[in-house]
């Protein structure tokens, strides 16, 4: 019976180290990742550059003579919200890829992304194998209404998602539709 008891005890505690390794590994992950920048270690080349959290930086569009600073400051992968279509769009898709980056095309072609954009979105950002990450689209509007829709449906209350997507470039010409997505009261 004693046995038996310090058995089931010997159990619990292996089980309870052995997620507590675990959870250790996953956190330290992203903890481990490389940092994207801030704002003071980044050109002009980067338009409206905005570091929205230790590992993801936002930016409107850049030359693909600006990829060399991208791969200096450290990303790891792009995630460009522009339409293949879109002026300079291929360009930058050509040069982010050989210079050994990720490049990543959500095109955004309405005022606010899709539920399935967000969710697409959502899995890049919440992956530490894509660390770091910089987000860009024209102007960093389309970027700013994709960071508010994430955010409130990572459980953001919904005028903090949209004053964090307002900080990541969100305009008032995307904010109507963004607030539309979730439900909130019209801009003021």
Known sequence: MLARRISQTLQAIATTAMLAVLTTNYASAADAAPEAPFGDKVSAALLNYNRAT??????GKYDPAA?????????????DLRAPSEEGVPA???????AGLKYINIPVT???PTDDQVKEFARLVEDPANYP?????????RVGAMWALYRAGAGVPVEV?????????????????VRERLGAPAMN
């Open 67 to 79: 990829v060399t600073e991208i791969k200096a400051l450290g990303f790891a992968t792009t995630i």
């Open 161 to 177: 998602a949209i004053e964090e997507g307002r900080t990541t470039g969100l305009k008032p010409s995307r904010e109507k539709a």
């Open 54 to 59: 230790p590992h993801i930086g936002t930016t």
């Open 110 to 112: 309405t005022k606010a």
């Open 92 to 98: 930058v898709a050509q040069a982010v890829r050989a």
């Open 133 to 141: 990450i910089l987000v860009n689209c024209v102007s960093a509007n």
